[in-house]
Nanobody, 124 residues
Framework: QVQLVESGGGLVQAGGSLRLSCAAS????????MGWFRQAPGKDREFVLA????????YYADSVKGRFTISRDNAKNTVYLQMNSLKPEDTAIYYC?????????????????WGQGTQVTVSS
């Protein structure tokens, strides 16, 4: 089992920044691909970013390229989501997730463990 706890969400004005953290416990963190997903009210959960086991490779949704960055610190069992130039359409609950494989990394079904989510609200 892997337990994931997100933090860092909140209310921010458009153009602002937030940094989300996801702390993992349980099994060996570096054995897992980590992803961030988000779900806005009335919409399906969507892929945002993912990062490989070592952090050497990252994957981005087109909607966040150039604005969001994912990183991980395997020594601290933590993955981060740096969000810059936030837009009102970024408003959602943000979830971190862990998977053993990079295959289907854009698909939420690929991920075995999920955090409880943290709310991000961007005001216009």
């Amino acid at each position: 089992q892997v337990q994931l706890v997100e933090s860092g969400g909140g209310l921010v004005q458009a153009g602002g920044s937030l940094r989300l953290s996801c702390a993992a416990s349980g099994r060996t963190f570096s054995n897992y691909v980590m992803g961030w997903f988000r779900q806005a009210p009335g919409k399906d959960r969507e892929f945002v970013l993912a990062i490989s086991w070592s952090g050497s490779t990252t994957y981005y949704a087109d909607s966040v390229k150039g604005r969001f960055t994912i990183s991980r610190d395997n020594a601290k069992n933590t993955v981060y989501l740096q969000m810059n130039s936030l837009k009102p359409e970024d408003t959602a609950i943000y979830y971190c997730a862990a998977a053993k494989s990079l295959s289907s990394r854009y698909n939420s079904g690929n991920y075995d463990y999920w955090g409880q989510g943290t709310q991000v609200t961007v005001s216009s």
